[in-house]
RNA sequence: UGGGGCGUCGACAAGCGGUAAGUCACGGGUUUUUGGUACCCGCAUUCGCAGGUUCGAAUCCUGCCGCCCCAGCCA
C-alpha cells in the first residue's frame, strides 16, 4: 500500500515533462474523472486513498471497448498513487464460464497492466452478499417474493404508470428470514421466489420498483459449483463488492447512470466497510465496426469470424494477432479522451495509432504480394549481386541484411500499367524505375501468355546504378519493391479490411449481416517474400517496403504467414481517385 | 404522458465569466532510393436555437429544439 496522502498527480509527473512550466503531458488530456478524483482528494474523502476497479463479467472477451475502461480504471490508479483490482462480476453462471476469466487475465496483462494479488471475484462474496441481505430483511428493507416474472413485470408498471406494490410486500421479517433460508437451503424451484429490496413502487425510476436482488438459479457455477442455488443480482453485488474491496470510485459506463440512486441505496441501508461512489463515462464506439458482446458473439456462433482471435474482430485478441500493439492501443485511448457524451471515434483514428507505434518499431522489408516476373536481358544469367540494404531506413545503424539481385526477380504486378495514367512514376513500357536499393531498370517489352496476359516484363538495367543511385543525377521518381526470384521463399499473407462496409452497422432499423465487408479477408497464397522473412517469429512485427504494416503469425501447412496489419497511407490511390474524378 | 443524461469544426475533445487548445480526417507545400516517414501551412468571427443577466457569455439564468439510456428473476 503506497501511502500518498499529499501526492498530486502534477506532482508526480513533474520530473518528467522537463520542457513547459506546468504542462502535464504525460496524464493525457483533462477529463472530468480526473478531476473528480482529484477533488475528491483535495476534499479530503477517503483518507486521500485512490482505489479502482475493472469489473468484467467472465462471458465474453475483451474489445477495444475494455480496453478504454482499463485504461481508465488503471490510469487513475497509476496517475494518483492507487491501486485498481480485476474483478470478475461473475453473478450469473448461465453464461460465464472459466475460458473468458482466462482470456480476460491475458488480455488485461498484454494490454500492460498488473492488478498483482488483487485478483477478486464478485463469486468470492457469495456469503457476505448473502448476510447483507440478511440484514436488508431484519430491518424490513427486503422481502420473499412469490410473484413470476411476468407478474413482476406487471406490477413494476411503466415509464408512465406507478407500480403496484406486490401482494408480499408486507410478509412479516420472520417469514422472510425463514422463506429466504429456504432458497438458500435450495428448496424451491427456478422461478418460485425472488428477494426483493423494499424501495418504492411509485419511484419515477424504475429501478427503485422494489428491485430483485437475489434470484433461484439451479445452475452450477463456474467457480462456487453447485454451493449457491440463489445468485445475487448486479445491483446489489456490484456496489457491495466495491465497498468490501474498499473501492473509492467506481467508475462505468452511461447506460448504469440511472442505477446510481439504487448503488447508494444499498451503501446507504447496510452497514458497509467503505463508501464507494459511482461515476459514469460514455463507452466507447468505433466506425465500421460493432461492440456489443451479443453480437461479436453472434458473428462467432455464426462462424461469420473464425472466432474470438479473428483479426478481424475488434476484440483485443483478434487486435494482438492482426498486429496491434498494446502501446497503440494505450495511445489511442488516451487521445480519444473520457467524457459524458456518447459518439462513434472514427476508427482512422485508431488506424493512425496503430501505423504511428509501429512506423517507429518496425524494421523495412520487402515482401512482393502479387508476383510479376522481371527479367533484366542485359544482366548475366547465373550472377548474384549481393547488397547490403538498412533493415531502418532512418536509423541505418541498426543494421542491414543481405539482399541478391539477381537476372530475374519479382515485381508487384500493382506495379506495371500497360498504359501509364499521368503522373505514374512506376513501371509501364518505356519506364524506368529503381529497384530500392538495387539498381534502375527500363521496361523494354512484355511476354504474354496464350490470352494476352502479361506475364513478365523485359527490362535492361544501367550496371552504373547499382545500389540504386542515379550515375548522372537523372531523376526516377519511381522506386519499387522487389525480390529475387531465386531466393525468395513462399508466404501465405492474410490482407485484413474493415469488417463492415458502413460506418454504422448497428444502425436501427437494420441487420448489421447485410453491412458486414465480403471483402475484410483476403488471403495471398503464393507471396514472394525475401527470406529473412522467413526467420520471423510469430508475433513479430514488420514493415513490408510500400505496402504496410505486418505480422507474422503461425505457419500454416508449413508455409510462413504474415497478416497486415494496417497499410501504409497511399497518397497515389488518392491521386488517381481526383485524376479519375477530374477527367 | 415519466425518469436519467448529453448537445463546442466531418470525427474525438479541451474550455470552469475575459474574448474558441489539441488529435484524427481533409486541402496545399518541403524533404525523401518507401507516392511511407518527418516537417511547414490552411481548416469553428463561432460554441443546438431563442431570449435575458453582464462592460464582457461556449461558460450564468429562462424557454424551446435535438440525440442517447431506462419497463431482464442480464451485466
Known sequence: ???????????AS?????????????SGPANFVRERIASDLAAGLNDGRVATRFPPEPNGYLHIGHAKSICLNFGMADEFAGTCNLRFDDTNPEAEDTEYVDAIREDVRW???????????????????????????????????????????????????????????????????????????????????????????QSANLNLRDPPIYR?????????????PIYPMYDFAHGLSDALEGITHSICTLEFEDHRPLYDWFLDNLEVPARPQQIEFARLNLTYTVMSKRKLAQLVRERLVDGWNDPRMPTLCGMRRRGYTPEAIRAFVERIGVAKRDGV????????????????????????????????????????????APLFPDEPERGNRTLRLTRTVYVERDDFREEAPRKWFRLA???????????????????????????????????????????DGRKVKGTLHWVSADHAIDAEIRLYDRLFNVENPAAEGHDFHEFINPDALEVITDAKLEPRLGEMSPGEHVQFERLGYFCADQPHEGMTVFNRTIGLRDSWAKLEKKLKADS
Open 1 to 11: 500500500m503506497s501511502d500518498s496522502k499529499t501526492e498530486r498527480p502534477d506532482s
Open 14 to 26: 513533474a520530473p518528467r515533462g522537463a520542457a513547459a512550466g506546468e504542462s502535464r503531458q504525460d
Open 111 to 201: 494490454l500492460g497492466f498488473d492488478w498483482q494479488e488483487r485478483e477478486f471475484f464478485a463469486s468470492d462474496y457469495f456469503e457476505r452478499l448473502y448476510q447483507f441481505a440478511i440484514e436488508l430483511i431484519k430491518a424490513g428493507k427486503a422481502y420473499v417474493c412469490s410473484l413470476p416474472a411476468d407478474k413482476v413485470r406487471e406490477y413494476r408498471g411503466n415509464f408512465y404508470q406507478p407500480g403496484k406494490d406486490s401482494p408480499d410486500r408486507g410478509r412479516s421479517i420472520e417469514e422472510n428470514l425463514e422463506l429466504f433460508a429456504r432458497m438458500r437451503a435450495g428448496e424451491f424451484a427456478d422461478g418460485q421466489y425472488t428477494l426483493r429490496a423494499k424501495i418504492d413502487m
Open 216 to 228: 433461484i438459479k439451479r445452475v452450477d457455477h463456474h467457480r462456487t459449483g453447485n454451493a449457491w
Open 345 to 388: 471515434v472514427d476508427v482512422s483514428l485508431l488506424e493512425h495509432a496503430v501505423r504511428e507505434d509501429l512506423n517507429a518499431r518496425c524494421p523495412r522489408l520487402m515482401g512482393v504480394l502479387r508476383p510479376l516476373k522481371l527479367t533484366i536481358e542485359n544482366f548475366p544469367a547465373g550472377r548474384s549481386e549481393m547488397i547490403e
Open 429 to 471: 513500357p518505356g519506364k524506368e524505375v529503381r529497384l530500392r536499393y538495387a539498381c534502375l531498370v527500363t521496361c523494354t517489352d512484355v511476354v504474354r501468355d496464350a490470352d494476352g496476359n502479361v506475364v513478365e516484363l523485359l527490362c535492361r538495367w544501367d550496371p552504373e546504378s547499382l545500389g540504386g543511385k542515379s550515375p
